[in-house]
């Protein structure tokens, strides 16, 4: 009705990265999210949430905790130098206004206040879980066994109080596990690892089924909806909204290369190997297209140098690419890091973009394997790969969520409708690269059906500081995000 108006949007979830929850590279961060939490809850607030400190001495001043006081923000990076002191307070204080503009955003989108302070309370549960400390539990010898312990009972208070739950519960399910025997239910103890797996597994399902409710709010506010009443969030993953064209705009992780790189980072360099050979394939077309409209010869540029087609034949070929073999070591009783580790290499030997190392030349404990990206070459540590895809949340877990007391928390665990629940059984297993790889194809037919433009954003330095370029910082980005590629094609 309103002509080139915005009649309305809608906002998808594709892979989100659980994993950052728990685990943060030296460095980084954590979602922004919990650091504002942490900034710029008032003192009231905070005591709500458990997130003062105590008092030194009675009467004392109480004091909001910070983000060293919780494992899941509390960052590996080295002690800051006086220069970056400040950067940091400077970044303390942003992250306090960061939790105000969020508060206004999600009023203007007509999420009411109270479900704004559910949200935080999920948020705070989740830094005190990463609080939980867990341990081998002594033997009477004085040795270590395989039986986990509690180490920190005010943490699980905390989180379990914030979640509607009782402490017992949350330790019982943390600490054992129920196991089917015929027709009874044994409980066995769970070891200090399986523990700390179920409590990071529980933090990483909150976070993500908070991160989805939110985007659900958003979708069905009237801000975001259309005046004209269109369902923006049955639109998310379409190519059109309510059958008119759409205009999307995708935000991606760039491609990553740490010090030790695994089953997050291979997903995510996954993905930008995609996104790579969309770009190539435009940016050729385009420069030919250019090139005929000014009648001059079109360029030439070796496709095969740019191709690649073998690095993603390494993922996703059926049967014996690493999605389809790290699924199917899963389900094996007896499967292990090492056993999918070998099939893979077996199954690809002849792959010239795989380099299978040996154990000394990998940078972590496990078999490693480098793959030759556009960006360059990656080596991956498989340490890990199987729990990672399994991803567990136990079925204990997951009752005792959905009978919080807290409605809103139960809400998040809700049993999904009968016929999801019918695909899903008769899919099988999919492990979190099943789930990974099944969003991106939908991702890319969105693009596949779209005329696609690309914006390389350019960090000039490590330090957020103005007129200052790094140049190894700057060149490194130009190579991961296919810069040199294309001028590479052409040369």
């Known amino acids: 009705?309103?002509?080139?108006?915005?009649?309305?949007?809608?906002?998808?979830?594709?892979?989100?990265?659980?994993?950052?929850?728990?685990?943060?590279?030296?460095?980084?961060?954590?979602?922004?999210?919990?650091?504002?939490?942490?900034?710029?809850?008032?003192?009231?607030?905070a005591a709500e949430l458990s997130l003062l400190h105590e008092p030194a001495v009675p009467g004392g001043t109480l004091r909001p905790l910070g983000p060293k006081a919780f494992a899941y923000t509390s960052c590996a990076a080295e002690q800051p130098t006086s220069s970056s002191a400040a950067a940091l307070a400077a970044e303390a204080k942003r992250d306090k206004a960061a939790l105000r503009d969020i508060g206004?955003?999600?009023?203007?989108?007509?999420?009411?206040?109270?479900?704004?302070?559910?949200?935080?309370?999920?948020?705070?549960?989740?830094?005190?879980?990463?609080?939980?400390?867990?341990?081998?539990k002594a033997s009477p010898d004085g040795s270590a066994s395989d039986t986990a312990e509690l180490r920190d009972a005010a943490a699980v208070t905390a989180a379990a109080t914030l979640l509607g739950l009782t402490a017992d519960a949350v330790s019982g399910v943390l600490l054992t596990r129920c196991?089917?025997?015929g027709s009874d239910f044994v409980t066995t103890p769970n070891s200090a690892?399986?523990?700390?797996?179920?409590?990071?597994?529980?933090?990483?399902?909150?976070?993500?089924?908070?991160?989805?409710?939110?985007?659900?709010g958003?979708?069905?506010?009237?801000?975001?909806?259309?005046?004209?009443?269109?369902?923006?969030?049955?639109?998310?993953?379409?190519?059109?909204?309510?059958?008119?064209?759409?205009?999307?705009?995708?935000?991606?992780?760039g491609f990553e290369d740490f010090e030790i790189n695994s089953l997050e980072q291979l997903l995510i360099n996954y993905s930008n190997e995609h996104l790579q050979?969309?770009?190539?394939?435009?940016?050729?077309?385009?420069?030919?297209?250019?090139?005929?409209?000014?009648?001059?010869?079109?360029?030439?540029?070796?496709?095969?140098?740019?191709?690649?087609?073998?690095?993603?034949?390494?993922?996703?070929?059926?049967h014996r690419g690493l999605f389809s073999l790290l699924n199917e070591e899963c389900v094996f009783p007896k499967g292990t890091d090492a056993s999918f580790s070998d099939k893979f290499a077996a199954a690809n030997k002849d792959n010239p973009r795989l380099t299978v190392l040996p154990p000394a030349a990998g940078k972590s404990r496990g078999a490693s394997f480098a793959v030759s990206h556009y960006a360059g070459s990656v080596v991956y540590s498989?340490?890990?790969?199987?729990?990672?895809?399994?991803?567990?949340?136990?079925?204990?877990?997951?009752?005792?969520?959905?009978?919080?007391?807290?409605?809103?928390?139960?809400?998040?665990?809700?049993?999904?409708?009968?016929?999801?629940?019918?695909?899903?059984?008769?899919?099988?297993?999919?492990?979190?690269?099943?789930?990974?790889?099944?969003?991106?194809?939908?991702?890319l037919r969105v693009i596949a059906g779209s005329r696609a433009h690309f914006v390389r954003c350019v960090k000039p330095n490590t330090f957020k500081a103005a007129r200052r370029f790094e140049r190894d910082v700057v060149l490194r980005q130009l190579r991961c995000g296919g810069g040199l590629e294309a001028v590479r094609g052409f040369s």
């Open 1 to 45: 009705t309103r002509p080139h108006g915005c009649c309305a949007a809608a906002f998808s979830t594709f892979l989100l990265e659980k994993t950052r929850v728990v685990r943060i590279a030296p460095g980084e961060r954590n979602y922004h999210v919990f650091y504002a939490l942490l900034a710029g809850l008032k003192p009231l607030e």
């Open 104 to 136: 206004r955003a999600l009023d203007a989108l007509g999420l009411a206040h109270y479900e704004q302070w559910q949200a935080w309370q999920v948020l705070a549960a989740i830094l005190h879980l990463g609080n939980v400390q867990l341990a081998a």
């Open 179 to 181: 196991i089917r025997a």
């Open 193 to 216: 690892p399986a523990a700390g797996l179920l409590r990071d597994g529980l933090a990483k399902a909150l976070y993500s089924r908070l991160f989805e409710r939110v985007v659900a």
């Open 218 to 253: 958003i979708n069905r506010s009237p801000a975001i909806c259309g005046a004209d009443g269109v369902d923006a969030g049955a639109a998310a993953g379409d190519g059109e909204l309510s059958g008119r064209p759409f205009i999307g705009m995708l935000d991606i992780f």
């Open 277 to 318: 050979a969309i770009f190539n394939e435009i940016i050729f077309a385009a420069a030919q297209a250019e090139a005929v409209e000014e009648g001059v010869p079109p360029p030439t540029f070796d496709a095969e140098a740019v191709s690649n087609s073998s690095t993603l034949a390494l993922f996703s070929t059926p």
């Open 382 to 443: 498989s340490a890990g790969f199987l729990v990672k895809n399994k991803d567990p949340f136990s079925e204990d877990l997951l009752v005792l969520l959905r009978g919080s007391k807290a409605p809103y928390v139960s809400s998040l665990f809700a049993p999904p409708p009968a016929d999801q629940q019918a695909r899903a059984g008769r899919r099988g297993f999919r492990g979190v690269v099943g789930t990974y790889a099944s969003e991106l194809d939908q991702l």
